[in-house]
């Protein structure tokens, strides 16, 4: 291919495509339709989740009273222990499908955008929600343990399409249509979305529950995935040129799938001067992200738990607990999150030139050495000058990275932890509302974590790299309901439930103590492995 010449009045940055430029000047009204794509699928998804529980217990009851006598006008005939504990273990189960089938649909869901494209991947990931809502229906019609079984087999279709693949390729997607500076904000209002979709989700579902029955909630849900699917086709365009391609024999083997692992493994890196060294950032990132889910993931539940438990909630009263907790989270993840990563790269970006300025200030006999060896600007400094005039924001967009996101990830997990460990001294129900509404503020450390591994992997690494995080995500949740679970039981059984709150305090302060020393790679540096694939990409 012919290179394209270049003369002294070509253009310093190149000039992305038209169609790139098109999609950023329109990356507003995209966002936003990102965003509203996201409030849809998370009321979606969040529609059935009161009613699952409901239904699980109630199919508990029918199954247990086929074998038991027991009066069918009481309205406690339920209530007894043997029911609510298979309804326990039952809705244990699904939940335990949810989140092991939700890997899987994360390493499908990656391979499917290399595949298909970004939007092709997203539709299909809320489209087999849908067809799983549609199979828990027909349990729900048919009711009792058969009824149980196929709720629970239901759960296999997740690796088609859930939560996981669904969130993975629609923040593909949006860090396909803004710039690369605006990606982390973005990130940040996407996940703001999901949590306003789940508080009126929840609502929602609630409400149908009590007012429609349980078998309502169901088929309101499939009517919104599909109306999701619709919403997404007509008002998404297709950013497939921006996914990264490669040729369809790697796609199809299984290192493709195995790529977000690959990420972990320290790699060597070669400077500007030529020296190589092995850089640790995105392993120690990703170990410092498992620790902050793991530290503050069962935050949530661990809520409901204690205000049932230790204040004696009602559900109602544990219903607007979460809603309201998931509610100020996403107003926060929306509106405020991005302001501050703005406020803060400004703030760190003048201290960085100030810390410059002095540095050039102690060198005054360099500068005179150089005015002296060149006292007349050669061609190429004439035209590197107007470097040094570029808007704030072309500098920042072309240079990064922007170091202020790895910092904030770093501090808000500290932040969180502190705010986690004075919940422990909580005795009061009105404290337990407060504490719902304070922990959301410490809240953005996943998007934060996404955008700074966006920045510390190579562009063709995108989807791999948002897959990586994801990953350890998922597993920390995992990991995170079983350790948790059983450390508040633990400390349940001899009164003193409160001191889980400072084990979540003690693991986000491990997680800080990782962070501290994630590290980008220096300025100018470049992978080893990129530049062996250029030259042999060359020798072709």
């Not at 869901?109 to 990931?125: D, E």
């Amino acid at each position: 291919m012919a290179s394209q010449s270049v003369t002294e009045t070509s253009p310093l940055l190149a000039q992305a495509p038209p169609d790139v430029e098109t999609r950023y000047r329109n990356s507003r009204a995209l966002v936003l339709a990102a965003w509203l794509t996201a409030v849809n699928v998370a009321i979606s998804f969040s529609t059935t989740q009161v009613a699952l529980v409901y239904v699980i217990e109630q199919f508990c009851c029918e199954d247990y009273y086929k074998t038991h006598s027991g009066d069918p006008s009481d309205p406690n005939r339920c209530h007894v222990p043997a029911i609510e504990a298979r309804a326990a273990r039952e809705f244990a189960l699904v939940a335990t499908g949810t989140t092991v089938f939700g890997v899987c649909n994360l390493f499908f869901t990656g391979w499917t955008i290399k595949r298909f494209g970004v939007k092709t991947a997203l539709i299909l990931s809320v489209f087999w929600p849908a067809v799983r809502v549609l199979v828990q229906a027909i349990g729900v019609e048919i009711g009792a343990g058969l009824g149980i079984i196929i709720i629970q087999l239901s759960q296999i279709i997740t690796i088609a399409g859930g939560p996981v693949g669904y969130t993975l390729a629609l923040n593909v997607y949006s860090s396909s249509i803004v710039e690369p500076h605006q990606r982390t904000s973005t990130l940040g209002r996407l996940s703001g979305g999901p949590m306003l979709g789940q508080a009126i989700g929840f609502l929602l579902g609630g409400f149908l529950s009590d007012s429609a029955g349980l078998k309502a909630p169901f088929h309101v849900a499939i009517g919104l995935f599909l109306l999701s699917c619709l919403y997404i086709f007509i008002f998404l365009p297709s950013v497939e040129g921006e996914v990264p391609t490669r040729d369809k024999k790697r796609i199809n083997s299984l290192s493709a799938f195995l790529a977000p692992l690959k990420l972990y493994i320290p790699s060597k890196w070669i400077t500007q001067d030529g020296r190589t060294h092995t850089e640790w950032g995105v392993l120690l990132l990703g170990t410092g992200a498992f620790l902050g889910v793991l530290a503050t993931g069962y935050i949530p539940t661990l809520l409901q738990l204690f205000s049932m438990n230790v204040l004696h909630f009602k559900p109602t009263e544990n219903g607007w607990l979460i809603s309201l907790n998931c509610a100020v989270r996403g107003i926060f993840l929306t509106f405020i999150f991005p302001h501050i990563i703005d406020i803060g790269r400004k703030w760190f970006d003048k201290k960085r030139k100030r810390d410059q300025t002095l540095e050039t200030e102690e060198a005054p006999n360099q500068i005179v050495d150089s005015s002296i060896s060149s006292p007349v600007p050669a061609p190429t400094e004439i035209i590197g000058q107007p470097t040094t005039t570029q808007s704030p924001s072309k500098v920042t967009e072309a240079e990064g990275p922007f170091h202020f996101d790895l910092l904030f990830v770093t501090w808000s997990i500290l932040i969180d932890g502190v705010l986690t460990g004075f919940a422990h001294l909580v005795t009061q129900g009105w404290q337990l509302y407060l504490l719902a509404v304070i922990l959301p503020f410490a809240s953005g450390t996943g998007p934060a974590a996404k955008g700074t591994i966006l920045q510390m992997c190579s562009p063709s690494q995108r989807v791999d790299a948002l897959s990586a995080i994801s990953l350890v995500e998922q597993l920390a949740k995992l990991v995170t309901i079983g350790v948790f679970g059983a450390l508040f039981a633990a400390f349940a059984t001899i009164g003193r439930a409160e001191l889980t709150f400072l084990c979540n305090a003690g693991v986000a302060l491990l997680a800080f103590l990782v962070l501290l020393f994630a590290r980008y790679p220096p300025e100018g540096s470049r992978r080893v492995a990129e530049l062996d694939d250029a030259q042999t990409a060359e020798q072709a």
